[in-house]
């Protein structure tokens, strides 16, 4: 029995040489991970809120030439204002001239832009060449 209370001696925890509880480290790491949160959340706030490049290009007429002439741009499209507004033609056609660009300010009745009206005043001519012959053979 003697050998078993010196292995009993043995098992006792000697308070001096423990080591210190694990907490300060936890608390350091966790306080790193917070840091390293907080500089990317800034980071990615701060990159959020820088606008985007525009890239303006402005469109000059060619030099009158040989190789030129007759060369016609078709487009389509929607004028889009930077406030609530309404723009809308009663017939559809090709734009003659354009009074307005981008970032203008316009008034009510200001007008922005002429179509090409050839082919509605050859069909206005028709409908009025027609009403006239009607009304010959009425009479008639």
């Known amino acids: 029995m003697p050998e078993s209370r010196d292995r009993l001696s043995e098992l006792r925890i000697d308070r001096d040489t423990q080591t210190r509880s ?7 790491i966790t306080l790193a991970a917070v840091l390293v949160l907080g500089a990317a959340g800034a980071a990615y706030w701060r990159s959020r809120q820088t606008a985007p490049e525009v890239r ?15 060369a016609v741009l078709d487009a389509s499209g929607y004028v889009v204002a930077r406030r609530m507004a309404t723009v ?6 090709k734009i003659v001239d354009a009074n307005v660009e981008e970032g203008m300010v316009v008034a009510q009745g200001q007008v922005l832009a002429r179509l090409d009206d050839s ?22």
């Open 56 to 70: 303006l290009a402005t469109v000059e007429a060619a030099a009158s030439g040989e190789r030129n002439r007759g």
């Open 22 to 28: 694990g907490a300060p480290r936890v608390l350091l």
């Open 119 to 140: 082919l509605l005043t050859r069909q206005v001519a028709l409908a009025e060449s027609q009403v006239e012959t009607a009304r010959r053979r009425l009479t008639e």
């Open 88 to 93: 809308s033609s009663k017939v559809t056609g």
